[in-house]
């Protein structure tokens, strides 16, 4: 089972038949008094309880290749990949690499939140291992790369975790790798870096560079792969090219589909936020939600999110601001009422499950009767019932996000506000978490998501607050925000003549909702709003001219174009 | 053996690899000790200064015949008494203090304890100079004897080493392992003569201080120190014999568990 042509020079990863095996007992002994106590009780049980995270893993990798690693979660892929960065030992079995290994598993997992940008730079480098001498070098690259120049000597516990992000990627990269192990981490930070991170990303993977990918995304592993291995429960399925084994992976799965709900309600807007001493406050704002409404608050770089939640909060703490939840002024929030869901995980890791949300629940003073079926409920919905007595740091990260979601529901808030909630997540995480939020709406909750995924916040949210700078530029529906620029949707028309278009064209001006109306390339280009349902008059109005239409096609503008016309910012552009 | 190859040709070439981590662990170390205190780096020259102010004023006259300068007897034991607990405590939980970088960076995870030793050491040396400024303060006579001093500093930093690895492999198998270690380095204290002449502990209890190596450490300190005299050879030779058992045990215990570290962190 060799997943390349024979030629043993080019091999330069070796899987010999590998093992990992944890304990898995539940009550772990981790004290003398226990392990003494359990010896003399000849309590041999807790020795015993094995699982397998892998086993029987084998497989080759030659230079160049790049391999996708498929799986739900918890199928042993983690496990596999920091076994091949030498993070751990195999039980069984042994791992040979040749070549540099430049894991990209956890960006920043070395960095000192007491240090600053700068001394981070330095640890984090030698934590990778390269020598003083080559991070004085490649100093200012890695500043000028992550963009954060301005901060550099700011301790890292006031970054927001997208700046983290951006530093241990401009320094794990810095360096090109004989071999690249990338979890879920294609993209980076907001939109303008994810796009420059991609882009140093893609020059690694076009050149000689041997690459294991692990994603959740089938189609990036089809995108970025030539090979594919699958595992499930720590066994190898399937190896070989990477449509075969997506194909089959694909097919063993029942694809829940994802329904978009844009029914969309309209209120008012923020008004500002004020750029304070670098730190960004929110100051005496209005905000005007509804109950049942789910807010994408979308900003185009860290510096308007420094501490993403914690602008909000304070908003929500101070006594300046005015919240108008359906026109009526509230003044009772505190944390009774507000849920937060951060990125960073807040669980007790050595408790399970059932432990973490009771223990939640009592610092509420919730009474114990109706906090269990409290537990009970959210361990439900979130599909958590089987995993309910696992201890946490057992579980996978999937599992444990949805977790963090419950811990933060715990006291029925009236508000929740998440950070990028579906960042890196399993599929089956995430359709549990976005079938949970929708149905938020229903029992009137306010939801405030915060995302640098266009994609996301436009199919989830109902409405969308565009932050730029410090300020909301605009905050509305989806639908509206798409409609409104560019003077609304782009209308493509091919004509059987093209030698006619002019006269088109010249009829077509006179029709007062064109907004804008050119030839492009030999086919006819305009702009009018709300394009679909004005589609009949148009189509008359052409066929006056007396001609044929061979192609006509309506292009709504992406929630990506209307950041750009309203930040100034394109996506595509590199600084 | 081929193992055996693979092994030291690893273990050296990673330890070049890493060699800046270790210094740039020993400088966060340090660094962050004293970042936001007034005093700094100065704090690590007042501390056992203090000390010693107090416990001179209290014992001073009670132990003036059997210690002729007592401010410096005192300070020479309560450095070294220093050094080790602050060391030997901080690799105890090196391991489990840096889990989440454990659990996601190969590092050669000696690192850690050695760190923490080395830059306790760095204090130590400067806490030295403590001494120093006493015995000139206190017109003590100087003499070449003392540079011989540097034996029993170079013979704890490798008793510490070693007990750092032991006790941190220990901790993170045993949690408790860190209550226990806090009452066993009280009594440590108060059985290796720092503040108190060996001589009023009775005959039968002197196995107390024979068969303890920081007192044998400090003994070899104050001879060189205070007595300006040659080590007496059979605590010098109990002092390396402590050294190296002490190192061998934890590199062997610390090699062997190593792997296991991140099933239970």
């Given amino acids: 089972m060799k997943i390349s042509s024979k030629s043993i020079d080019q091999t330069v990863i070796k899987v010999e038949n590998i093992g990992m095996k944890f304990n898995l007992s539940k009550e772990k002994v981790d004290n003398l008094k226990e392990y003494v106590i359990k010896l003399l009780k000849h309590d041999v049980e807790i020795f015993y309880q094995e699982f397998w995270a892998l086993k029987n893993i084998y497989f080759e990798v030659q230079k160049g290749d790049k391999l996708g690693i498929v799986g739900l979660n918890g199928a042993g892929k983690s496990t596999l990949l920091k076994l091949i960065s030498g993070v751990m030992k195999p039980t069984e079995g042994f791992i040979e690499t040749k070549g540099r290994i430049v894991p990209l598993l956890e960006l920043g997992a070395g960095f000192d939140q007491n240090y600053t940008g700068r001394e981070n730079i330095f640890l984090n480098g030698a934590l990778l291992g390269y020598p003083k001498s080559f991070i004085e070098n490649k100093f200012d690259e890695i500043v000028d790369f992550s963009e954060l120049s301005d901060f550099i000597d700011v301790p890292l516990k006031n970054y927001s975790s997208g700046m983290r992000m951006r530093l241990g990627f401009s320094i794990a990269t810095v360096t090109e790798p004989e071999i690249l192990i990338l979890d879920e981490i294609l993209s980076v930070g907001d939109a303008k870096f994810q796009k420059k991170s991609e882009e140093r990303m893609k020059s690694f993977l076009n050149k000689d560079v041997t690459v294991l990918f692990v994603s959740h995304s089938i189609q990036q592993v089809r995108n970025l792969c030539n090979k594919a291995i699958w595992l499930e429960k720590g066994k190898l399925v399937m190896l070989g090219s990477v449509d075969e084994v997506c194909d089959a992976y694909l097919d063993s799965m029942n694809p829940d589909k994802i329904k978009q709900k844009s029914d969309a309600k309209i209120g008012s807007n923020i008004k500002h936020i004020e750029d304070f001493n670098r730190h960004l406050l929110v100051n005496a704002l209005d905000l005007h939600v509804n109950k049942g409404e789910i807010l994408g608050l979308l900003g185009i770089n860290d510096k308007d999110k420094v501490n993403s939640l914690n602008p909000i909060m304070e908003f929500f703490r101070s006594n300046n601001n005015r919240i108008l939840i359906d026109d009526e002024e509230t003044k009772l929030l505190n944390n009774k009422h507000i849920g937060i869901c951060s990125m960073e995980l807040i669980l007790w890791n050595n408790l399970t499950c059932r432990e973490n949300l009771n223990l939640m629940g009592n610092m509420y003073k919730i009474p114990k009767k109706i906090l269990k079926q409290k537990v009970e409920r959210l361990l439900y919905e979130l599909y958590l019932t089987y995993d309910a007595d696992t201890v946490v740091s057992k579980l996978s990260d999937g599992v444990q996000r949805r977790l963090n979601l419950a811990m933060a529901l715990i006291h029925e808030p009236q508000i929740l506000i998440m950070d990028e909630p579906f960042h890196g997540l399993d599929h089956q995480s995430h359709v549990i978490i976005w079938n949970y939020i929708q149905s938020l709406r229903d029992m009137e909750k306010i939801v405030i998501i915060n995302t640098h995924n266009l994609d996301e916040a436009d199919s989830i949210s109902d409405r969308i607050a565009i932050i730029d700078k410090g300020q909301i530029i605009r905050m509305d529906t989806p639908l509206n925000l798409k409609k409104d620029i560019k003077g609304g949707d782009l209308v493509d028309i091919k004509l059987s003549n093209p030698n006619k278009n002019q006269v088109v064209i010249n009829s077509l001006k006179d029709l007062k909702d064109i907004y804008w109306v050119d030839e492009v390339n030999g086919r006819i280009n305009l702009r009018m709003k709300d394009a679909i349902i004005k589609l009949p008059l148009l189509i008359d109005k052409i066929k006056e001219s007396n001609v044929h239409l061979k192609n006509l096609s309506v292009h709504q503008n992406t929630l990506g174009e209307v950041f750009t016309e309203l930040t100034g910012i394109s996506l595509e552009e590199s600084k | ?265």
């Fill in chain 2, 1 to 265: 053996m081929i193992f055996d190859d693979r092994f030291s040709h690893r273990f050296f070439v990673n330890f070049i690899k890493y060699r800046f981590l270790l210094i740039e662990l020993i400088k966060r170390d340090i660094k962050l000790k004293y970042r936001r205190s007034v005093l700094g780096i100065f704090w690590s020259f007042l501390e056992p200064l203090l000390f010693m102010i107090v416990l001179t004023i209290i014992f001073s006259t009670f132990f003036k015949h059997s210690i002729p300068n007592y401010p410096v007897y005192l300070l020479t034991g309560r450095v070294m008494f220093s050094f080790l607990a602050g060391a030997t405590n901080a690799s105890m939980r090196s391991i489990y203090l840096n889990a989440s970088m454990l659990k996601k960076l190969y590092v050669p995870k000696y690192m850690y304890p050695l760190g923490v030793t080395l830059s306790n050491f760095v204090t130590f040396l400067l806490s030295i100079i403590v001494v120093f400024l006493v015995m000139i303060v206190t017109q003590a006579p100087f003499s070449l004897y003392m540079f011989l001093a540097i034996i029993p500093f170079i013979l704890l930093l490798l008793f510490v080493i070693g007990a750092g690895l032991i006790l941190a492999t220990l901790t993170v198998f045993f949690r408790d392992i860190e209550h226990l270690y806090s009452v066993f380095i009280i009594l440590l204290m108060y059985s290796s003569a720092i503040f108190f002449p060996p001589s009023i502990i009775p005959a039968k209890y002197q196995f107390v201080l024979t068969f303890n190596p920081l007192f044998a450490y400090i003994s070899l300190f104050r001879d060189s120190f205070i007595y300006d005299k040659l080590f007496d050879p059979m605590q010098l030779l109990f002092a390396i014999t402590a050294s190296i058992s002490a190192m061998v045990i934890g590199l062997l215990l610390f090699y062997k568990y190593q792997d296991k570290f991140i099933l239970h962190i």
